[in-house]
């Protein structure tokens, strides 16, 4: 019996450590913030937002500054040149040079819808982890709901065994009970005290795997506010059909890929077309030469002041360019592009067979354990009421140790079967939310 109280004491202390609530909609909310595959694919989604604009596409020109500083020392000395001795120059030499596409067969606007899907893209990415992450916290969330009811099942079967084991000791003080039956009341309540110490066990690592997904200190412990409660919902195959062929986020995100195919088909057929570019600037250069180690061929020295020039150009050009022929390098492109293109289709019909035998399987164990669900909840009451009128035959001896311990079994049996028909019943509903593109609606965090 000391044994059924330390072990209750010590699931009241776990389920009591921290004093921090935690409802279902705080859970996805804590988790939506803190999930580290969301915080990254929105910093993917950050470099989708940058990259989408006219400048990335190519549209505005490129202007560069070059500046250019040189410094040179000849030492003459050939009989034929006028020249003879020592030069020193240098020179400094700015220049302001811009180049601007203004035709290449409308690449720049292909280029910039392509940008735009990628975002669009990033977008759908994000939405899939953010409702993949939702699926795995509501059911995380839920999963310790179900590890604590078995635990407090346990719990109470522990408790009638410990009574049980109290009540044959006093039997056999009395003189009315063997040693056989003390045995084997004792090995029930032994054996009952080793199931709840090793559900302790699940229910730790399930809390321990909500605390992951939330990104929390995986020995905190929260205490949850949620039930689990049966879902109410009665589907329609016709519904949720159109609601998956409109909403399913990996089915919209093919589509986006889709098109992003088609561009890429678009920007190679682009290459066929001429490029004409406008190049233009501006370039000064200031040159200074020093000739006072010089001689001249009359035998005169060179000035000793510093000789300054300079000059200024101005230029604006026209580039007009087409490929004559690269070795069929375009065609082929394009080809391999259409290729993909056809994949793509493929790939996408592929999709919607996989979502589609997804849904009817998701839906038919939907009903399925509803049914299950029904099932157990009355298997459950008829064990219920089987155990309370048998608790007190068994005290009046009007039935065996034996037959109480099977009569506690199915109690037991059908209590863990209903937890569970529960659990699957709000899993396969989770499942038909993502599918059908609803999740994020059906737990919108306040």
Do not use: C
């Not at 929260?222 to 689990?228: A, D, E, H, M, N």
Request: no cysteine; charged share 20%.
């Amino acid at each position: 019996m000391r044994i059924a109280v330390a072990l209750v004491l010590l699931f009241t202390t776990l389920h009591g450590f921290s004093q921090e609530q935690l409802s279902l909609l705080q859970a996805i909310e804590l988790g939506l913030a803190n999930n580290f595959g969301i915080r990254i694919e929105k910093q993917n989604q950050q470099i989708a937002r940058n990259n989408n604009n006219w400048g990335q596409a190519g549209r505005y020109p490129a202007i560069d500054i070059t500046m250019g500083q040189n410094n040179t020392i000849t030492d003459i000395d050939n009989p034929a040149s006028f020249l003879q001795g020592q030069v020193s120059s240098n020179d400094l030499n700015p220049v302001i040079a811009a180049r601007w596409i203004i035709f290449d067969g409308f690449r720049v606007n292909i280029t910039k819808r392509r940008l735009e899907l990628l975002e669009t893209q990033s977008d759908g990415n994000a939405q899939i982890v953010i409702e993949n992450a939702v699926q795995a916290i509501v059911e995380a969330y839920y999963a310790v709901l179900l590890e604590q009811e078995r635990l407090e099942v346990l719990g109470e079967i522990l408790t009638l065994s410990g009574d049980r084991y109290q009540h044959v000791l006093i039997r056999k003080d009395l003189g009315s009970a063997v040693t056989f039956d003390i045995l084997q009341d004792k090995d029930a309540y032994l054996t009952d005290s080793s199931n709840y110490v090793l559900q302790e066990l699940v229910y730790e690592n399930a809390h321990r795997n909500l605390n992951l997904l939330l990104s929390e200190d995986l020995n905190k412990r929260f205490l949850l506010t949620g039930t689990l409660n049966n879902p109410t919902h009665t589907y329609s195959y016709q519904d949720l059909y159109a609601k998956m062929t409109n909403s399913n986020s990996n089915l919209r995100n093919q589509y986006v890929n889709q098109e992003l195919l088609r561009n890429t088909t678009a920007l190679n057929k682009a290459d066929r077309s001429p490029t004409l570019d406008l190049g233009f600037g501006y370039s000064y250069t200031r040159n200074w030469q020093d000739l006072s180690e010089a001689v001249f061929g009359g035998g005169e020295s060179g000035p000793e002041e510093v000789i300054k020039s300079r000059t200024t150009n101005y230029f604006a050009n026209f580039t007009l360019a087409f490929t004559l022929f690269d070795g069929g390098r375009i065609k082929r492109q394009i080809r391999n592009a259409r290729i993909q293109e056809a994949m793509g289709n493929l790939e996408t019909e592929e999709l919607k067979l996989a979502l589609h035998n997804d849904l009817l399987s998701a839906l038919d164990r939907y009903n399925v354990r509803k049914k299950l669900l029904e099932i157990s909840e009355e298997s459950l009451e008829n064990a219920s009421l089987n155990l309370d009128l048998s608790e007190e035959r068994y005290k009046n001896g009007t039935i065996n140790s034996f037959n109480y311990r099977d009569i506690q079994v199915n109690y037991l049996q059908a209590a863990l079967r209903n937890l569970q028909s529960k659990f699957d019943l709000v899993q396969t509903d989770t499942e038909l939310l993502r599918l059908t593109g609803g999740i994020l609606n059906a737990y919108q965090p306040n």
